[in-house]
């Protein structure tokens, strides 16, 4: 064990300990460990120490968060309470049963967020060691030739994925019809992981394009990506009022301009992180996600031309603006903490024992063979430990099934374990490029919003379709090397 794993085990074990003794960390404790870790961990990527994956699930964990930096200066003895806090924006006190101006649930909830952080860092220190970056070289400076897929067969998996998003789509768009209106076609036969499946699909094609070896192909299949997926994403996610696409662009973005940026340039270069690049898109995203999320239920019987004016009304009734960009999803997602930290101090959250996992492998099964064998599932869009809470607005943040099922040991054992796993997966993935590799890494990316704020089912469900593709993928690249075409 080294010093950065055994400084963050005290963080836990002393968290742990106090808590089994009805003592929380003060506010300003919680918000220094987190923010230090945060910081912490930019700073090894700088050196090379952690990969992009780790920080980027750290941010997304600890996003929600944000809306306990102010409580450090609120006075939880005001009398009378204020029905809103302008940093909740949205979300009146009445509706978290006063849990929002109750200092021992605050004191709790940043507890929380701050041990399973330090758990998360605790899996993520398993090597000091620097990352080894495939650069796509041997060691006698030749190219390392990396298997892909004909062109033909590589065509059928580009046309499954387009049929797939076909089927996944919303029947209209955001101008047609409210979001919550809106019906796909593949709902009436209770696939929801279908939209997840030709993400993946197209993701793989996207990791065996930027791998293709000969240029020209290489070429052929990027313009015909940019082509298919320019359509996928702005006219079949985006302007359908869906917002998963948005982390899905990043991790394409990231695999495009980091993680293959030296294979792809065909000569051997030092990769660094593009900040700038990185930052920049960020910031995009976050803004398209305010829009999108204005646009779900704002545009219905609308044209381009009156959009444009809906969304400059919205900017002057401060919709639309600068400051909404700091409150999003997550703003909603931070309540599902909140309101097991304040059952817990209450004294009336059960403690599930594991329950909440059994029942996430007892739903795994897709929609449609549990319905073909009449099996119901415990988890599905109507139930499940989001429903379980005394509020919240549908999703659960990463730490509130582990604290139901295991209290606070749960909250720093199971968040250092998924981050022990990714981070050795990731510092193995790009030691040696491959499709595969490569597109794990940008499904984790694409699903670690859902995952971390919605639901471990979310990940889950994205691994096996990863894992089933995979042996396909080998498949496909079998039948390409026996092709006297290729």
């Known amino acids: 064990m080294n010093f950065a794993q055994f400084f963050f085990l005290i963080i836990g074990v002393t968290s742990i300990t106090l808590f089994y003794f009805d003592i929380f960390f003060s506010l ?22 952690t990969g992009i994956i780790i920080c980027l699930l750290l941010g997304i964990y600890f996003l929600p968060f944000i809306h306990i930096i102010p409580f450090i200066w609120f006075d939880f003895n005001t009398y009378p309470k204020p029905e809103q806090l302008w940093w909740w924006d949205g979300y009146p006190v009445d509706y978290t049963l006063g849990y ?32 080894d970056y495939d650069t796509g070289f ?30 996944a789509a919303a029947k209209g768009s955001v101008f047609q019809a409210s979001y919550l209106d ?15 499946m030709y993400m993946i699909i197209l993701t793989y094609t996207f990791s065996d394009a930027l791998l293709e070896n000969r240029v020209y192909k290489r070429k052929i299949k990027l313009f015909s990506l940019f082509v298919l997926l320019s359509y996928v994403i702005i006219w079949l996610e985006l302007l359908r009022g869906e917002r998963e696409a948005m982390a899905w ?34 910031f995009i995203i976050l803004f398209l996600t305010m829009i999108i999320g204005y646009a779900r239920t704002q545009l219905a019987g609308t044209d381009l031309s009156q959009a444009i004016n809906v969304i400059k009304q919205g900017n002057i009734d401060g919709t639309v603006t600068f400051y ?28 599930k024992w594991g329950l909440d996992y059994l029942n996430v492998i007892l739903s795994l099964p897709p929609g449609f063979v549990a319905d073909f064998f009449l099996y119901e599932r415990p988890l599905n869009r109507l139930q499940g430990p989001a429903y379980d809470l005394s509020f919240g607005m549908g999703g659960v943040h990463s ?23 990714f981070s050795r997966y990731e510092r193995n993935s790009v ?51 026996k092709s006297k075409s290729y």
Do not use: H
């Open 28 to 49: 300003i404790i919680s918000v220094v460990i987190t923010i230090f870790i945060f910081f912490f961990f930019v700073y090894r990527l700088t050196k090379n120490q």
């Open 100 to 131: 929002m101006v109750d200092e021992q649930t605050i004191k709790l909830t940043a507890m929380l967020g701050a041990t399973g952080a330090a758990g998360i860092a605790f899996g993520a220190c398993s090597n000091r060691k620097k990352l």
């Open 138 to 167: 041997n060691l006698d400076g030749s190219m390392r030739f990396i298997k892909t897929m004909s062109l033909p067969i590589w065509l059928i998996w580009v046309l499954i994925g387009l049929i797939l998003s076909l089927l």
């Open 182 to 196: 809106s019906k796909s076609f593949i709902d009436n036969i209770n696939f929801s992981s279908a939209g997840m």
């Open 249 to 282: 662009i990043f991790g394409l973005f990231l695999a495009y301009v980091y993680w293959s940026s030296s294979y792809m340039s065909r000569r051997k270069i030092e990769i660094k992180i593009p900040w700038f690049k990185i930052i920049f898109s960020l």
């Open 324 to 351: 909404k960009m700091m409150r999003g999803t997550w703003t909603g997602v931070m309540l599902t903490p909140l309101s097991v930290a304040g059952d817990y101090v209450k004294g009336i959250l059960e403690l």
């Open 399 to 421: 730490i509130v099934v582990p604290f139901k099922n295991f209290r606070i040991l749960g909250v720093f054992l199971i968040p250092a374990i998924w981050s022990y796993i």
């Open 431 to 481: 030691r040696k490029l491959s499709a595969i590799n490569l597109s794990l890494l940008i499904t984790v990316v694409m699903v670690s919003p859902e995952w971390l704020w919605y639901g471990d089912k979310y990940s889950i469900n994205a691994l096996i379709i990863w894992f089933i593709l995979s042996l396909f993928y080998k498949i496909s690249l079998g039948w390409t090397y």
